[in-house]
């Protein structure tokens, strides 16, 4: 769950192409305005990912694709095909695994193990990472923007990327800070976060597509929320 929780960090600050001043113009809290600002014209997102997480001297890798869907403005409702934010990590290595929050229900699919788990997903629409991604918290009431940490470096080559740092206003039990750097086309490439156990986790974001599902389409919507269960999967409820 914690990883989960990790990832969920991106969903919020999930930013649109669009014409407007270099990200390098910008101060930390003006960028992270613009962020949100392009961001709540996005229905739906893809990338692939790299992650790393270091804590205690040890280190463990993963890597996979992720999905997020959301719902139009004028969609809202039951009988649309997506009445709510889907979030969907597809994690391929070191294990395949599925992360998926649909809104209602958080399914964690162990395809090795051939297990499903499924909880309420109430706690975690709670959560305010979710609620930025349903378009319903501002980042500024909870984050500080300021200047990048000297100690976390990234580069693209052929890229000038501009980095950002978030400090939570109020305690917060999971996260420390987080980092991130975007392009000048407001795609952000990279994402560190640290917690209070001085754990430091790094996401690297490839392949980065935008608006190509159409969430108003069933047939679409169904292949995200489709998790493809083997024969002979164990179903817990909890």
């Known amino acids: 769950m914690a990883a989960l929780q990790l990832v969920l960090l991106f969903v919020f600050l999930a930013p649109a192409v669009a014409a407007g001043p270099p990200a390098g113009s910008s101060t930390p809290h003006q960028l992270v305005t613009r962020l949100q600002e392009k961001y709540r014209g996005v229905n739906s997102l893809r990338f692939n990912f790299s992650q790393v997480t270091r804590s205690g001297g040890r280190e463990r890798r993963g890597r996979g694709n992720a999905i997020f869907l959301r719902p139009t403005a004028n969609s809202r409702s039951r009988k649309s095909p997506l009445p709510r934010p889907v979030m969907r990590w597809n994690y391929t290595a070191p294990d395949r695994q599925v992360i998926l929050n649909d809104g ?10 051939r297990q499903l788990i499924i909880t309420p997903a109430r706690e975690l629409n709670n959560d305010i ?21 000297a100690r976390f ?7 000038s990327l501009r980095a ?3 400090l939570p206003r109020k305690p917060d039990a999971q996260v420390r800070a987080v980092q991130i750097w975007v392009d000048d ?16 986790t790094e996401l690297t974001f490839t392949d980065i597509r935008i608006n190509t599902i159409n969430v108003n389409d069933p047939d679409q919507v169904r292949k995200v929320l489709d998790l493809h269960l083997q024969p002979g999967t164990e179903i817990i409820t909890r």
């Open 185 to 200: 086309k407001l795609l952000i490439h990279r994402l560190v976060m640290e917690d209070y156990f001085d754990a430091i």
């Open 164 to 166: 950002v740092r978030l």
């Open 153 to 159: 470096v990234f580069s693209l080559a052929d890229t």
């Open 129 to 149: 990472t979710y609620a930025f991604f349903a378009g319903t918290r501002d980042l500024l009431d909870d984050f500080k923007a300021a200047p990048p940490d």
């Open 104 to 113: 209602r229900e958080l399914s964690i699919y162990n395809a090795s193990e």
